[in-house]
């Protein structure tokens, strides 16, 4: 896969619970991502702290920390050309009332809280986040036959 980038996608309790992971993940691969890891996970606080180490000195860490280790989540690698901003694209505002419309969270979406999304930011975030999440090998590289007809040999 040329230019290929990975990135990591959570899909948060709240999208587990209410049903909803088949319908977000199908529209990655609608897209053309290619999923190189998926697994169902209960997080402990530990992985959450972990995740969510960056806002630790805000006043909502708690509530996210206590959020993500509520139900089990889905936490996936995609992988494709610009994967990053694809998949971030595809998500939407972190605010579902300021998400649009055919993004998950402006679809699916009514408050911050419950967003039911996490997306990578950045190349950097992206890798840790993996790594963190999946282990240093924790992605499977493999060939689809539908490579052909969705990327360029030219990118």
Not at 11 to 29: A, H, M, N, T
Not at 40 to 56: F, G, K, M, Q
Not at 62 to 76: E, K, N, Q, R
């Amino acid at each position: 896969m040329s230019a290929s980038q990975k990135t990591l996608v959570l899909i948060k309790p709240d999208g587990v619970q209410r049903l909803l992971v088949g319908r977000i993940l199908s529209r990655f691969e609608d897209r053309g991502l290619r999923i190189a890891a998926l697994k169902l996970v209960s997080v402990d606080r530990a992985l959450a702290e972990t995740h969510y180490a960056v806002h630790a000195q805000r006043p909502f860490f708690a509530g996210l920390v206590d959020f993500i280790t509520s139900s089990p989540l889905v936490a996936i690698v995609l992988e494709g050309p610009n994967a990053i901003a694809v998949v971030r694209s595809m998500v939407g505002a972190t605010k579902p009332h300021e998400a649009g419309p055919g993004t998950i969270r402006g679809d699916f979406g009514l408050e911050t809280a419950k967003n039911l999304i996490h997306a990578s930011d950045g190349e950097e975030t992206a890798a840790a986040e993996i790594k963190l999440w999946f282990g240093a090998n924790g992605t499977i590289d493999y060939p689809r036959a539908t490579d052909a007809w969705i990327l360029s040999d030219e990118e």
